[in-house]
T-cell receptor
């Protein structure tokens, strides 16, 4: 049973370009969470999705960031017109049930560098 | 919202000694407190967790204690080994998905 798969593991973009980060949850998991981690800092919640629905996006910046979790395929975190401050590691986690009842399993992260 | 403070930010111990990491949280409605271990270049991995109806939980060399009144919880690692070296994060969960993480503790176990 494969774990949470994230790709790409490393992504380099120039300012103004778009970044797309993909997350395939563990088999059978329908709850997906995205977190951002800056160097030497903890994980900051961004968004919580269930299949086809955004449940909580209170941690997402209002502009340039969007997330989806379609019926088929991986969850995608999309950052438009990237700026240097977007450089970070982005982690996806999945669970079988909401976080208060099910363990979160994390992927190995996607490291975005904006030049 | 919930605010989680974690101390110390770095901790260095000799192999075989114990290590203690402490966290405090602000929202008394938080009811689930996991601890994660993150190795270099990897994602966080759950090592132990505790719910608000329990005061202590132990799993081999790892234990977690929770003081709901004082709103703090601690991770205890006994008989530390070099492979315990990593960054450890505490977290507090309120409701279904509002999980807040501490800033992390970099533990170094010297052989």
């Amino acid at each position: 049973n494969a774990g949470v798969m994230q790709n790409p593991r490393h992504l380099v973009r120039r300012r103004g370009q778009e970044a797309r980060l993909r997350c395939s949850p563990m088999k059978g998991h329908s709850h997906v969470y995205w977190y951002r981690q800056l160097p030497e800092e903890g994980l900051k919640f961004m968004v919580y999705l269930q299949k086809e629905n955004i449940i909580d996006e209170s941690g997402m910046p209002k502009e340039r960031f969007s997330a989806e979790f379609p019926k088929e395929g991986p969850s995608i975190l999309r950052i438009q017109q990237v700026v240097r401050g977007d450089s970070a590691a982005y982690f996806c986690a999945s669970s079988l049930s909401p976080a208060n009842t099910g363990e979160l399993f994390f992927g190995e992260g996607s490291r975005l560098t904006v030049l | 919202g919930e605010n989680v403070e974690q101390h110390p930010s770095t901790l260095s111990v000799q192999e075989g000694d114990s290590a203690v990491i402490k966290c405090t949280y602000s929202d008394s409605a938080s009811n689930y407190f996991p601890w994660y271990k993150q190795e270099l270049g990897k994602g966080p991995q759950l090592i132990i967790d505790i719910r608000s109806n329990v005061g202590e939980k132990k799993d081999q060399r790892i234990a977690v204690t929770l003081n709901k009144t004082a709103k703090h919880f601690s991770l205890h690692i006994t008989e530390t080994q070099p492979e315990d070296s990593a960054v450890y994060f505490c977290a507090a969960l309120k409701g279904n998905n509002d999980m807040r993480f501490g800033a992390g503790t970099r533990l170094t176990v010297k052989p």
